[in-house]
């Protein structure tokens, strides 16, 4: 037993997470934000600027620079790096990183982006919040109907990886001809980390609309239709438990001791699932960040009929659900600058001045396109003429939490236990309207780095076998626990059947 490191690349940031499992405290954390410390890479807010609002890429080199200052810092902090046992780590899923050579040992007296640079095929990285790819998604669909969804788990979706890959080979066919491999954002930092090529793990895999969560292989089919020649061109998938190889010697500089091991990486919302304690069945997971996402460990292998929601591999073993609503913090903070209130306004007395229910008032907060439901057109919608600033707090909460719930009814599943994170979850308020909604005990965690620490959980059980709740008990612990009103599921209920009316008024115009 001793420390273990996760690492989270994430869209905005790289950070890094010491667990001690012998004290079972958080022993160090550490960030660099990629706009703030790295401003050369002109990207502040994780991705490059382009013309096309739709394309939304980043540069690989960055995150390769982050890491070694994130490392530096950690080091010039004191963190006794030469006692870490093990390293694994999340990267932001869908993200894919193209190379024309393997990866191989480092060089300990060149930077990493200078050894990486000329291997790189693609000079950018499609990420997550690239919509660039509706024609090949209605390609992909044409072609394979249903069976996409039914056997990868998720429709083809614009911001996967399949779509990203199928867009490059049609459009750059002789840079991909050169790509020997091409890796997700989690299996490419692994690779660094290890000197080699590393595996994608079942979790991250099935963000791509490639893996076929019934045998856990690439679909052969629908690689080879994606791609010309993918199937030789994408690394070996595994078990999250899997470990992908031992630290190269190349990062003794910053004093960590060469040849521990390193865990296969995993993508943010796999990891973010164990690091706020949720990989058993029963719990689930909400964060509430600049999109609001749900996640759940699933009992059994499920779809989503409608195609909102998303499979994914559970660390812990099966699957994991995990429903993505782009319209999150970010309408949370258009509606409170129209009201012209602060966040202790927004966040306590907004809804200690109005009632539940809120006199049926609904609002559709799509500011941006909205991923959930499906709609290109943004635009705020409501049912109501007339809301004081409170009134009109309560509505974008309560819709929201209604959402939320409406949208996860597909798993059938009734969670007596759901842990929230992000800013989103500092909300006193917020945090009562979802107890009541779900009629569940909404709990949050001291740890905010949930997907750097799912990381530290997942490299601890690997190495040593420490069992996962184990894990959670010591760094998972509920700070504080909102108890549902059972007063008020009968209203949220209702509430909940008139949103959707209301959302089929919308999606049918």
Not at 2 to 8: C, F, R, V
Not at 370 to 387: C, D, H, I, M, Q
Not at 488 to 495: L, W
Request: one cysteine or more; charged letters at 25%.
């Amino acid at each position: 037993m001793g420390l273990y490191l996760g690492i989270d690349a994430s869209t905005q940031s790289m950070k890094c997470i010491v667990i001690d499992t012998v004290s079972g405290r958080i022993a160090a954390e550490s960030t660099v934000n990629f706009g703030r410390d790295l401003p050369h890479y002109a990207s502040p807010n994780g991705f490059l600027p382009h013309e096309n609002p739709l394309v939304k890429h980043a540069d690989p080199l960055m995150w390769l620079d982050a890491l070694e200052l994130v490392f530096r810092r950690l080091a010039d902090a004191g963190v006794p790096l030469s006692e870490i046992q093990g390293i694994s780590g999340s990267g932001q899923q869908h993200g894919t990183v193209y190379l024309k050579e393997e990866m191989s040992a480092l060089h300990p007296n060149r930077t990493l982006a200078e050894q990486i640079r000329p291997k790189l095929a693609r000079r950018s990285a499609p990420i997550w919040m690239d919509r660039s790819t509706a024609a090949e998604c209605r390609e992909l669909d044409a072609y394979f109907g249903k069976r996409i969804q039914r056997d990868t788990g998720s429709p083809a979706i614009e911001r996967f990886s399949g779509p990203q890959i199928r867009k490059f080979a049609k459009e750059c066919p002789k840079e991909y001809a050169e790509t020997t491999r091409i890796h997700l954002v989690s299996s490419f930092l692994c690779s660094v980390l290890c000197g080699k090529d590393a595996p994608i793990d079942f979790g991250d895999g099935a963000g791509m609309n490639l893996l076929n969560l019934k045998t856990l292989q690439w679909d052969r089919e629908i690689a080879e239709f994606t791609a010309p020649g993918l199937l030789g061109k994408l690394p070996e998938v595994v078990p999250s438990s899997t470990l992908a190889g031992t630290l190269d010697a190349y990062f003794s500089k910053f004093g960590f001791t060469p040849g521990i091991p390193v865990a296969a990486w995993s993508g943010d919302n796999p990891n973010s699932l164990i690091g706020v304690g949720a990989g058993a069945p029963g719990n689930a997971g909400i964060s509430l960040g600049t999109s609001d996402t749900f996640f759940a460990p699933m009992a059994d292998f499920k779809t989503d009929p409608a195609g909102y929601g998303h499979v994914f591999g559970n660390p812990a073993g099966g699957f994991m659900s995990l429903i993505c609503f782009t319209n999150g913090s970010l309408a949370r903070e258009e509606i409170r600058k129209e009201q012209q209130v602060s966040w202790e306004f927004f966040d306590r007395e907004a809804c200690r001045k109005t009632v539940p229910g809120n006199g049926g008032r609904l609002i559709l907060p799509y500011f941006e396109p909205e991923s959930t439901p499906f709609l290109l057109e943004p635009g705020v919608r409501r049912n109501y003429k007339t809301a004081d600033p409170a009134e009109e707090i309560r509505a974008v909460l309560e819709s929201q939490a209604l959402t939320l719930r409406l949208h996860s009814e597909w798993l059938d599943e009734k969670f007596h236990r759901i842990r929230v994170t992000g800013g989103g979850s500092k909300s006193e308020g917020f945090r009562q309207i979802l107890a009541d909604v779900f009629q569940a005990d909404i709990e949050t965690i001291s740890v905010t780095n949930s997907a750097g620490l799912g990381a530290a959980i997942r490299v601890a059980h690997t190495v040593e076998g420490i069992p996962f709740e184990r894990l959670y008990e010591c760094f998972c612990r509920a700070e504080e626990i909102v108890k549902p009103n059972r007063e008020n599921e009968k209203c949220y209920d209702d509430m909940r059947e008139s949103l959707r009316d209301f959302l089929r008024t919308i999606i049918q115009k």
